[in-house]
């Protein structure tokens, strides 16, 4: 065979060899191609890992500085045994709400507070002489001979000669964190960074938002599901789902401008920006995804259990709230923890609408604050690195993993629900 | 006899006002939309002429036009659009028309899913700490684009996997009955017949892209530039922030109140134009593919 194969003529060969290589040439572009799609395929997945990354290591740096201003210190007496403060404590020092050092575990000696600017109030210009060259010593000097002192100044003012003790500040802790009553960012001389009033406010506008759109959302559902006529329900389901398209910050210009002078009108309040107006507002926004969800849900009820239902002599009524309705749950729980979901990270509208004050909530006519509003009001002005912009950074972690959790959530109601079908 | 007709009486009766209710709650909801249009529509038509949208911002942003921002919004779209949409199109293809079910595509769907349900705000976060800061773009198009493209990313993703799913299983097993390879069968059959579904996706994306606020804040967004971008590494308005800017902490409030329900109105324009296409696509395209 082999002799037979040489006898060939060149071109049969050079045909055969094309073709070998050909084929080869197209084996290695579909190769070529299905490496490119897998990996564009992986950009989600990329995504998904960078934005945890980044996120976490930016949002972890606010837990391991020490929330005092770069280039500044607190200095007390070097007499003076306490050494260690809580961020806290020292808000309350400069507030004149701790006024003497026994109640930090020190001697029965008053506080005495110190800023940079109260330095003319012990010593004349002369004393600190031309552009405040003599401003070290004279520091120094107060510190030492005032037992009570708590100075906050820079530390470009801390010669060789310095006696006075720096006070150690203690590193504000993850539970610090997220059970401090009090959001003041740049309050001086320590940030305090307590997200509390942040969690509670994002979680009362949203859980206001549900309780409003749910029943709301529901009806239509029932409606476009099982009562309205087909005609019908081809023209109204795209309207309800225009309102999803609308932009968030045009549904806050409406609350704004509408809403808000609405609810402060009604309740005769002094602010219409109150929780409820941003309850309202993601409301709207929430019920396009509630409704087409459960509306789905409703829908996969097999129509062999509704005729059993009608044949047994029970209202189409009954029927909804008998079988549809608790075949579709965990469709309608899954819609109703979606928009849950949706309402946590709304940003721009309730930025607009609920008034941003940081305090824990008391009523819902009150404003209030949530996550999203904080960073989007603040991140403007943090200064990049600094310890304001990690802390709105890990304002976005704690949001990340809430959004996180409420998707898995959801996988796991609708997972049990197709299981169920099986 | 009489009871069980007051119970049958009782019974309808119930399921009457259920109904009525269910049924007016749905007119109510799509009531609210008109409410909403409407409102926008009527106090911000009379703002609109050739110079609103044709003009510099004047005077603060309480006089002149909002051309800049306009450009801004359309080169934002354009940047997103020309990175998320091939990437987005071809991990679609890959999931519907490559990979068999099995651990790898549960987790590229599970991770898409998850990207999905991460808040705007979050992706503004991340578009600052790695394009700006990280890879010094600083506050740019071309850091505000890619932050955009991978917000809609997993909405492309889906919409093209709908419509590759909406292929006929028959025109592929035709094509690989002819000696057709995989990229041949989908190149050339599967992708053409899903093309339509697949461009109303990226409509719809555009809507998004357009109206999202958030991501833009730190990335790109400009306060007050009366100029153009003159390339992808410049700052620009966008039609969100300027929106949200003049509606709450303008110069003048109340003043440019006037050109704040202009700018609405001209974002709902945007979402209304983009939603109607996409629609008027899907009809017509989904009855030719029907016919094929």
Known sequence: MGTHSACLPDVILLKIKNTLLKTNFKQIKEKVIESILMLSSAATSITVVLIVFFLFIEGAGVFTKKPIDKGFLLAVNESNPVGKLEPSQIKDIFDQKIINWSELGGKDEPIVLFRTGDITDYYTEEELGENFVNFPDKINELIAKTPGIIAFFSDKYVNKEFKGKEVDINKISVYKFLSGEEWFPTAEPVAQMGVKPLIYGTLWVSLGAILLALPIA??????????????????LKPLIELLAGIPSVVYGFFGLVVIVPLIQSVFNLPVGETALAGSVVLAIMALPTIITISEDAMRNTPRAMKEASLALGASHWQTIYKVVIPYSASGITAGAILGIGRAIGETMAVLMVTGNAAVIPHSFLAPIRTIPATIAAELGEAPNGGLHYEALFALGCILFIITFGINMLVELVTNRNSHKKH | MSIENNLAKKKRRSQKIAFGLFTATSYAIVALLFVILAFIVTKGIGVISWEFISAMPKNGMTEGGIF???????????????????????????????????????????????????????????????????????????????????????VIIRTTEESLKAVDDTFRQASFGLGASKWETTSKIVFPIAFPNIVTGLILSVGRVSGETAPIL???????????????????????????????????????????????????????????????????????????
């Open chain 1, 218 to 235: 529901l009806a239509a559902a029932i409606y476009l599901s099982e009562i309205a006529k087909k005609r019908t329900r081809n023209l």
């Open chain 2, 68 to 154: 800049p921002a306009i450009v801004g919004t359309l080169c934002l779209v354009l940047a997103s659009m020309v990175f998320a949409f091939p990437i987005g199109v071809l991990a679609a293809i890959y999931m519907n028309e490559y990979v068999k079910d099995g651990w790898p595509k549960k987790i590229i769907k599970q991770m898409t899913n998850n990207l999905a349900g991460v808040p705007s705000i979050v992706f503004g976060l991340f578009g600052m700490s790695l394009f700006v800061n990280k890879l010094e773009f600083g506050d740019s198009i071309l850091a505000g684009g890619l932050t955009l493209g991978l917000l809609v990313l997993p």
């Open chain 2, 218 to 292: 730190f990335t790109v967004a400009a306060y007050f530039l009366p100029k153009l971008p003159t390339s992808i590494f410049d700052q620009a308005m966008a039609l969100p922030y300027h929106l949200y800017v003049i509606a709450t902490s303008g110069t003048d409030i109340e003043k440019s109140r006037a050109m704040a329900y202009g700018t609405a109105l001209i974002l709902i324009i945007i979402v209304l134009i983009s939603n109607l296409l996409a629609n008027a696509l899907r009809k017509y395209y989904g009855k030719k593919v029907k016919m094929n």
